[in-house]
């Protein structure tokens, strides 16, 4: 396996092997289109189930325990409202503080303070309620979104400036917005609790989901250099060459950046029940997914589209296909040209001057 | 390998010599939270920290309302995050007129902490009317000039200074019954009408004063810094005073306050600085300041100044607040659940270095051994962080962490990538090394660009938990650069000297089997090399697993035609391919990898 794995990566180097991503983009702009509108369906029928962070909640302090371990409480919740995640935590020497999302009718909350007495043991006295106000008020999440929205633009103009083509970092930034539309979909689905965690995996996801594009599209910018100066293959074709060389690249990036979160994810959330972490890891696990495979399948072809439209490279793409019919009108080498369509890329060869000269090293 | 030594002594030795310093001589402990350890400081989620109760101090009724309660949490957040206290969590309790605030800090926080949080540091600026040198109260009228009170009240008050106008029997009588020196009435509060005069002390208990109308309010200060007062000759001087700048209309104001109260008579020349309605500092008018800036000069120590400063940045709260409990919580994550989730990821880590070394065979050992450097040092930075500005680690942060593993491990196999590409077009490893190397390192440091750009706007831009995720982010993204550059590069052009990795050893990771078996290639001089037979197994083996067999391939190798597009050289390969090939079936066929 391991052998046919590098052998595969040579076979897309040479182009001897060559999935044909940008030439069925067609395909790959339906099926996210498709998960998109899913996403968004899922998004305006359900909404986010927003937690206690963002909405306040009902706090609940028990006094005077001789135990101060956490897991009582927790069951004790659960017994009542079996969805719940409360916090808790210890306050002072003696008390517990339990902290769930409202209860808003006053049967449930009496409820949930005999069930702490009878698990801590003291008398239902003991245990006072408070209503409590959002952490993370409507103050954070407007100063968060402004940042990110500037995040995004200064990345663009980065990107737009760094590839000299404003069309591949708009089809960047296209992919990303997929990336969390898609995310975000999968997470309201699931119907977990949106935590400050949650938001936090989120800016990850547009972070590495950028991050990623950025690479690959590094790779379309060196093939496609010189693009223009040859009439061998189209753009597009270079940029499915560029595509396929990474090809390697980003599976084994995607392998390792998800491995961890994986772990957390599945071992961690649902064997050894650590449902703290689960908000976060599963944020991340969809959205590096789905950031990893957008690279492949919806930034590039995207970015072709785009690309395509730019008159100097239309007009070139349209050359590149006329003297390809002429020549196969002909009946003459269609082969050869093909052959460089789909291979490696010919490069004209140069003067290296003192470059071609052995470097000396280690003075 | 100079570079490596260099790398090791800048990025290991010198934060750990510096950590170890630290520790000995700025202990962390109970009594001194902000001292160094080689634990990195945890924040409230994963390690708790302090609760404060802060009731509301309403000095009218109706004052304390729900509007108000949520303007006090946002300044009171921003203060604490700009004192570098990261991520509290601030949040309202009970609603209406019984609500109350509850800050929960990490650690144990200090006096001048909990000033920040309750004290609501309104400052203003008043003409000082009378000034008495004698805090304390007058059983009759003191020596103090001070104009008649029976005299008739005019109707309209000439100007902010008009004494007969706003020092009524009233207040004339508040003033006679002030005494300074009981600490008790030096405690502040909020400041008075602003359309009236005003009695109060100086913070010292030294004197005290009438002061006339508001004549600027503090919200006109647009930015507020501590540091040394700065001497005329230019140097430095050991006062720690407050330096102020207004906004336009500020500046107008002031202007027009120091011009007026220029060259009249004391005690009335002097303007007073009124925070919190004490008096910090009453100084004399000596010119007009027509540029908005102040600075005030009052018994300061750096940290009073500084926390000042950082009050008057944010504006004040609309109300005082008093601390109605202060208690140790406990972290609100499950310590236990925590473990759980970190030992998971664990295994996760784990997985990541089986995987790179299935991938790469030996030099996955360079990936482990590069990422273990970077886990080093930016569990030192961390550490050495927590010290130096009172960093900590939250789950947030955590996270950030985790997700670094992959972005730094990318760095890697880009570079290693590039490596090989190198080496399936002929170059031997040294040139690969060395020309992957220019290649791998524009991508990589676009890419990281991005990734520094987005954790530096975060900072400045957001608050609370997502700056701590943008500073982990920074910090990784710095170290993982520094990593590549200084350790991974010069460690991968030593290993290309070694015979193992150089000649390609089946192990390597780098065998010229492994990576150019695909065909014949062009040697140069007319030879050809690589195996013909080998491909075509490989090939089948890889059609059959691949995902998806698209494959292009390019049908038969020129046959007639095309003289004037291929070189000998690739003709011939292609001939001989063609042989090879004869009888395999034409779709996933073979083609010849060409000459560059």
Known sequence: MALNFAQWGNDLYTGRRSYQIVAHRSRWFTAVGALAIIALAILLSRGFNLGIDFRGGSEFTVSGVQDTSQGPAITAVQSISPDEVPRVSVVGQNAIRVQTSEFTNTEDVQRVRDALAGAYGVDPGEVTTAFIGPTWGAGVSQRALWGTVVFVLVVAVFMALYFRAWRMSLAAIIAMLGDILIAAGVYAAVGWEVTPSTIIGFLTILGYSLYDKVVVFDKVRENTAGVLDQSRSTYAERANLAVNQTLVRSVNTGVVAILPVAGILFVGAFLLGAGTLRDISLSLFVGIAAGTASSIFLATPLEVSLREREPRIAKHTAKVIASRQAAAASGEDVAVHATAAAGSQLMPGQHRGQQAQPRRKGR | ?596
């Open chain 2, 1 to 596: 390998m100079r570079t490596l030594v260099l790398t090791a002594i800048l990025l290991i030795v010198v934060p750990f010599a510096a950590l170890f310093v630290g520790t000995t001589l700025d202990p962390r402990s109970e009594t001194n939270p902000r001292g160094a350890g080689f634990a990195p400081g945890l924040a409230l989620d994963l390690e708790g920290g302090t609760q404060l109760i802060l009731t509301p101090v309403p000095e009218a009724a109706g004052q304390v309302t729900s509007t108000t309660i949520s303007q006090a949490i946002e300044v009171i957040r921003q203060r604490v995050d700009a004192s570098g206290v990261s991520e509290a969590e601030i949040t309202s309790q009970g609603t209406g007129a019984s609500a109350k605030i509850v800050v929960a800090l990490p650690g144990s926080p200090d006096e001048e902490t909990l000033r920040l949080v309750r004290t609501p540091a309104q400052m203003e600026f008043r003409p000082v009317l009378v000034q008495s040198f004698d805090p304390t109260a007058a059983p009759e009228p003191t020596a103090t000039p001070s104009p008649s009170p029976t005299a008739e009240q005019p109707a309209e008050p000439t100007s902010p200074s008009d004494a007969a106008y706003y020092i009524t029997p009233e207040v004339q009588a508040a003033f006679d019954r002030l005494d300074c020196v009981d600490p008790a009435n030096r405690a502040g509060g909020l400041n008075g009408p602003a359309e009236a005069a005003f009695v109060t002390c100086d913070q010292n208990g030294f004197s005290k004063f009438i002061l006339g109308p508001v004549e600027i309010e503090g919200r006109h200060i647009t930015s507020a810094t501590s540091g040394l007062e700065s001497l005329q000759g230019g140097g430095v001087g050991t006062e720690w005073i407050v330096s102020l700048k207004f906004d336009g209309e500020g500046t107008g104001l002031f202007a027009d306050t120091t011009e007026r109260l220029l060259g009249r008579t004391p005690p009335t020349d002097q303007f007073a600085v009124v925070l919190d309605g004490l008096v910090i500092t009453a100084p004399q008018v000596e010119a007009i300041i027509p540029n908005g800036e102040a600075r005030i000069s009052g018994s300061f120590t750096r940290d009073s100044a500084a926390t000042l400063a950082n009050q008057l940045n944010f504006g004040s709260l609309p109300v005082s607040f008093q601390v109605e409990s202060e208690q140790q919580i406990s972290a609100t994550l499950g310590s236990e659940q925590l473990q759980r989730g970190l030992f998971a990821g664990l295994i996760g880590l784990v997985l990541v270095f089986v995987y790179s070394l299935f991938q790469y065979r030996t030099l996955g050992a360079l990936t482990i051994g590069s990422l273990v450097v970077a886990g080093a040092i930016t569990y030192l930075a961390i550490a050495l962080l927590s010290w130096l500005m009172g960093y900590r680690l939250s789950l947030a942060g955590v996270a950030g962490l985790i997700v670094a593993i992959g972005f730094t491990a990318d760095s890697f196999i880009v570079y290693f990538e590039r490596i090989r590409d190198e080496l399936r077009d002929g170059r031997n490893l040294a040139g690969a090394v060395d020309r992957g190397w220019t290649r791998a390192r524009r991508t990589i440091l676009a890419a990281k660009g991005v990734n520094l750009v987005s954790a530096v706007i975060l900072y400045y831009l957001a608050v609370g938990g997502v700056q701590g995720f943008a500073f982990t982010l920074g910090l990784t993204t710095v170290i993982d650069v520094a990593v590549v550059f200084w350790f991974t590069h010069p460690l991968m052009e030593v290993i290309s000297k070694v015979s193992f990795f150089r000649d390609g050893h089946r192990w390597s990771g780098l065998s010229p089997e492994r990576l150019r078996a695909s065909g014949v290639r062009y040697v140069g001089a007319g030879r050809f090399a690589g195996p013909t037979i080998a491909p075509e197994t490989g090939a089948a083996e890889a059609a059959a697993t691949a995902p998806e067999p698209a494959v292009v391939g390019v049908g038969a190798p020129p046959g007639g035609g095309g003289e004037g597009h291929l070189t000998i050289a690739e003709r011939r390969a292609a001939a001989r391919g063609q042989a090879a090939e004869a009888g395999a079936q034409d779709g996933a066929a073979d083609e010849n990898e060409e000459n560059r």
